[in-house]
């Protein structure tokens, strides 16, 4: 694939596989801007099952001055696994801990940045981190994962081969009870595109994870400078979790961007860019 559709003017890109061990090698997609500049490096960790399209307008404004590494997490159709492996927010963190280590960052000189579930991975890695990050950066991480008692059953009960069944409802129920697709039509576009692509034997595995986490006991410990984004008319990442979560964290404060479609737009950057000043000046 070109990810040329990602980068800024002058930027480069390199697609890169790394070998974690036991059996999973994850894709990170290495964009290097056009010139050095003093900002840190990005570690960009995109949520559940999404795309690299849904974030191109990010990745242009990001490789204007950063160094991004997009990581592909286990979960998604790139990445390599065992048959057996488990798909939940612990088995990603451990792979962010390691993919760390491996990528060789610079202690305090990088920048952990995610999205949703994997912006809870990262927090569940935080305890892990054996190279320590500037900071973090998280754009509406999920608390709990809410699934209804319905939906619970349909996961234990369908056949992964039947998922081209099963999607429409999937679809049918983001856009009815999870999203306000009056506010932004494009979120439950993005989602539906992910829902396509996705590969549903692992959709599955990684569901029945998911559905007993909570962030909620480990949030105290967490003492990384944060920024935690939010989107105050995004039903489903429940702004009042986010809230509670940089209320609990040491160092974390909230920014609302209102939409979703501005989390991921190039503002997002901007208020991290002005966020990253901040905090060189404290």
């Known amino acids: 694939m070109d990810y040329s559709f990602c980068c800024a003017q002058g930027a480069k890109w390199e697609e890169r596989r790394i070998d974690l061990g036991e059996g999973v090698a994850l894709k990170v997609i290495d964009f290097t801007p056009a010139r050095k500049t003093v900002y840190p490096d990005i570690l960009f960790v995109a949520g559940w099952i999404s795309l690299i399209q849904g974030w191109q307008e990010v990745l242009r404004e990001m490789t204007r001055d950063f160094r991004v590494l997009y990581v592909e997490t286990r979960e998604k159709v790139s990445a390599r696994a065992p048959r057996r492996a488990g798909f939940g927010v612990e088995a990603i963190g451990q792979d962010l801990i390691r993919l760390v280590e491996s990528l060789d960052l610079p202690e305090n000189g990088y920048v952990c940045f995610g999205s949703s579930l994997g912006a809870t991975a990262i927090l569940d890695a935080c305890s892990g981190l054996t190279v320590p990050p500037r900071c973090l950066v998280?754009?509406?991480?999920?608390?709990?994962?809410?699934?209804?008692?319905?939906?619970?059953?349909?996961i234990r009960l369908f056949?992964?081969?039947?998922?081209?069944?099963?999607?429409?409802?999937?679809?049918?129920?983001?856009?009815?009870?999870?999203?306000?697709?009056?506010?932004?039509?494009?979120?439950?576009?993005?989602?539906?595109?992910?829902?396509?692509?996705?590969?549903?034997?692992?959709?599955?595995?990684?569901?029945?994870?998911?559905?007993?986490?909570?962030?909620?006991?480990?949030?105290?410990?967490?003492?990384?400078?944060?920024?935690?984004?939010?989107?105050?008319?995004?039903?489903?990442?429940?702004?009042?979790?986010?809230?509670?979560?940089?209320?609990?964290?040491?160092?974390a404060r909230y920014f609302d961007m209102e939409t979703n479609r501005r989390t991921h737009s190039a503002d997002m950057v901007r208020a991290v860019r002005c966020y990253l000043s901040n905090l060189e000046g404290a």
């Open 159 to 251: 056949y992964p081969g039947f998922y081209i069944l099963l999607k429409p409802f999937i679809k049918w129920y983001l856009k009815v009870f999870r999203l306000n697709t009056r506010a932004d039509y494009a979120q439950y576009e993005k989602y539906g595109n992910a829902l396509d692509a996705a590969d549903p034997w692992r959709l599955k595995r990684a569901a029945r994870a998911l559905e007993t986490y909570s962030v909620w006991p480990i949030l105290k410990d967490i003492g990384f400078p944060a920024l935690i984004i939010g989107a105050s008319r995004d039903r489903l990442h429940e702004p009042e979790n986010l809230k509670r979560m940089a209320r609990m964290m040491k160092n």
């Open 138 to 154: 998280l754009v509406a991480p999920n608390a709990v994962f809410r699934i209804p008692w319905f939906g619970r059953i349909l």
